[in-house]
C-alpha cells in the first residue's frame, strides 16, 4: 500500500496517468521538451487524449501492446464503473494497477529523456 499512499484518491491516480501519457506522447516527439509547461499536446481533447496517444505510442513502438491494453483496460474501467460503489479490496486493486502503469510510463520517460542527454 506505501507504494500509492501519496495518491488520496482514485480520481488523483486517472489525472496522473493522464498526464504520464501525454508526458510520454511529449518526450516521444522531443525528448528536450520541458513537461513542467503547459504543452500544446497537453491541449488535445481530454476525452479522446489518452486514447489517441495511447494508440500513437503503441504505433510507434515506444509501448508494448500488453501496456496499450492495461491502459485502456483501465480507463474504460473508470469510466464506466462508479468507483464509490466497488469494495475496499477491488479499490486497492484498482490503485495498485494504476500505480504500476504510472511506474512504467515514467520509466519509458526518463529513457527518453537520458537518450536526449546523456551522462
Aim: net charge neutral; hydrophobic share 35%.
Amino acid at each position: 500500500r506505501d507504494e500509492f499512499s501519496n495518491y488520496k484518491s482514485i480520481e488523483q491516480l486517472n489525472k496522473e496517468l493522464d498526464k504520464k501519457i501525454l508526458d510520454l506522447y511529449s518526450v516521444s516527439l522531443d525528448a528536450r521538451r520541458d513537461l513542467s509547461m503547459n504543452e500544446p499536446s497537453h491541449q488535445l481533447d481530454p476525452k479522446n487524449a489518452t486514447y489517441y496517444t495511447t494508440s500513437y505510442l503503441l504505433v510507434k513502438n515506444i509501448i508494448t501492446p500488453e501496456l496499450s491494453a492495461a491502459i485502456n483496460d483501465w480507463k474504460e474501467l473508470y469510466n464506466n464503473i462508479n468507483i464509490n460503489k466497488v469494495d475496499k479490496d477491488t479499490k486497492i486493486k484498482f490503485k495498485r494497477n494504476a500505480t504500476k502503469i504510472i511506474a512504467v510510463l515514467d520509466n519509458k520517460i526518463k529513457e527518453f529523456q537520458s537518450e536526449s542527454f546523456p551522462s
